[in-house]
């Protein structure tokens, strides 16, 4: 590890970095797991990576977290989904808060269970006076309809031509840039529905790695082979 972060140039680290996460239900049934093992293993690799990014100077991650898609999984996933949500964003915003990170959400929040919904933006608030890295959790959402609310909105404003500096501000991450680099771990090579707008011109690194398995040393690969580019 100490190899590659010399290897890293600190002038250069993307300020925008965005993940799909992917990879958790498979590596759980690689190992004989229930689902669920993996969505929790997938935790650990998040605090893993909002840690090293944070400490690398990133100013921004955002993290694919649950799509307007994944609805469409068995209940029974989408109820353990909830209540770990819940539970990682209640038990982790003290980590957060020490690192100085700020949380924000991207995504049709107000959809989500209420118990879920509580829970994050009470930690939206606890953190909002932050100064550090903003970790953006797109959280029920699409990219097709984050760019249909952002029209929607514009029109509902009364806005006549909208113009892309116009268009940008109206989008779930807003104010944020467009992310310099993507990572999707477990080899897929598809966007997803994911931030179809903000990466037009965005590096993408996909690695075969499952998301449970990648972590800062997987990060750090990440950011260097973004630095050959």
Not at 63 to 76: A, D, H, K, M, Q
Not at 82 to 87: T, V, Y
Not at 212 to 228: G, H, S, W
């Amino acid at each position: 590890m100490d190899a590659l972060l010399k290897k890293l140039d600190r002038s250069r680290i993307p300020a925008h970095v965005a993940v799909i996460m992917d990879g958790n239900r498979r590596w759980a049934r690689s190992k004989g797991l229930p689902v669920p093992v993996g969505h929790a293993k997938g935790v650990e690799s998040v605090r893993a990576v909002v840690k090293t990014a944070s400490d690398l100077g990133v100013r921004a991650l955002t993290l694919y977290t649950f799509s307007t898609e994944n609805w469409n999984r068995s209940g029974l996933e989408v109820s353990a989904l909830m209540l770990l949500l819940k539970k990682a964003i209640t038990e982790y915003g003290g980590e957060l808060a020490r690192n100085n990170v700020r949380l924000k959400v991207s995504g049709r929040l107000e959809e989500m269970p209420a118990s879920a919904r509580k829970a994050v933006n009470s930690t939206v608030e606890k953190l909002k006076d932050n100064t550090g890295m903003v970790l953006n959790i797109a959280l029920n959402y699409g990219g097709r309809q984050e760019i249909l609310d952002a029209v929607n909105s514009l029109i509902a404003q009364g806005v006549k031509k909208i113009d892309e500096a116009a268009f940008a501000r109206a989008l779930y991450t807003a104010p944020l840039p467009d992310p310099e680099l993507l990572i999707r771990t477990s080899g897929e090579t598809r966007l997803s529905n994911f931030l179809l707008w903000q990466t037009a011109y965005s590096e993408f690194y996909i690695t075969d790695t499952f998301w449970p398995d990648f972590r800062e040393k997987q990060f750090v690969e990440a950011l260097l082979a973004y630095q050959t580019r």
